[in-house]
Nanobody
Framework: QLQASGGGSVQAGGSLRLSCAAS????????IGWFRQSPGKERESVAA???????YYSDSVKGRYTISRSNARNTVSLQMNSLTPEDTAVYLCAASTMASGTYSLLDTRRYMSWGQGTLVTVSS
């Protein structure tokens, strides 16, 4: 099971740090992705990190967000800086054991386990 936390309200230009915690099987076994969804919009990728620690970012957050993992703490974090109102969304983390192939780690179809999201609200 996955649980996302750390969301909240922040002004534009501010920062938040989200965490994705795993229970049960250790998070080191999974590739982890962060996605977000706003009302009326499709779920979009944000960032992902594979089991080896390689990270991937969508163009919309590249240079502002940093994904990292701590297998010892069984968590994956998403540091979000320079936030804008367009970053407002429910952020969800997801886990995959699927080997590389048809879908990239920034594709929702790569993931089979999803946690409940955490709401991030950025005001102007």
């Amino acid at each position: 099971q996955l649980q996302a936390s750390g969301g909240g309200s922040v002004q534009a230009g501010g920062s938040l740090r989200l965490s994705c915690a795993a229970s049960g099987r250790g998070i080191s076994n999974y590739h982890i992705g962060w996605f977000r969804q706003s009302p009326g919009k499709e779920r979009e990728s944000v960032a992902a990190i594979n089991r080896s620690g390689a990270s991937y970012y969508s163009d919309s957050v590249k240079g502002r967000y940093t994904i990292s993992r701590s297998n010892a703490r069984n968590t994956v974090s998403l540091q979000m800086n320079s936030l804008t109102p367009e970053d407002t969304a429910v952020y969800l983390c997801a886990a995959s054991t699927m080997a590389s192939g048809t879908y990239s780690l920034l594709d929702t179809r790569r993931y089979m386990s999803w946690g409940q999201g955490t709401l991030v609200t950025v005001s102007s």
